[in-house]
Nanobody, 128 residues
């Protein structure tokens, strides 16, 4: 059984930092692209960042570029999202997903194909 488990969410003041973790079991991260997504109340889910485990290339939506950093530890089958300079508009449920193929646009739009596995999400709330 494939499981992705996010952790690290919470409540933080604007300007603060959080680090999200996504730990996987049942798959090998190196075989997938791993993405972080978020969904705020009343809004569609949007892509935030992704990492191609095969070569370590990373991609970010413009809304988080320069503030968020994605990284992976294939030995631990874990991907991290370091979030700095958080803003109230970053408030959302954050999900990680493993996908065979994933393309993330700078706008936050994303496209994927093949297998996809999603975590249950972790809440991030940024107070002003």
């Amino acid at each position: 059984e494939v499981q992705l488990v996010e952790s690290g969410g919470g409540l933080v003041q604007a300007g603060g930092s959080l680090r999200l973790s996504c730990a996987a079991s049942g798959i090998t991260f190196g075989d997938y692209a791993i993405g972080w997504f978020r969904q705020a109340p009343g809004k569609e889910r949007a892509g935030v960042s992704c990492i191609r485990s095969r070569d370590g290339s990373t991609y970010y939506a413009d809304s988080v570029k320069g503030r968020f950093t994605i990284s992976g530890d294939n030995a631990k089958n874990t991907v991290y999202l370091q979030m700095n300079s958080l803003k109230p508009e970053d408030t959302a449920i954050y999900y990680c997903a493993a996908m065979t193929n994933l393309a993330l646009q700078r706008t936050g739009s994303y496209y994927y194909s093949g297998e996809d596995y999603w975590g249950q999400g972790t809440q991030v709330t940024v107070s002003s």
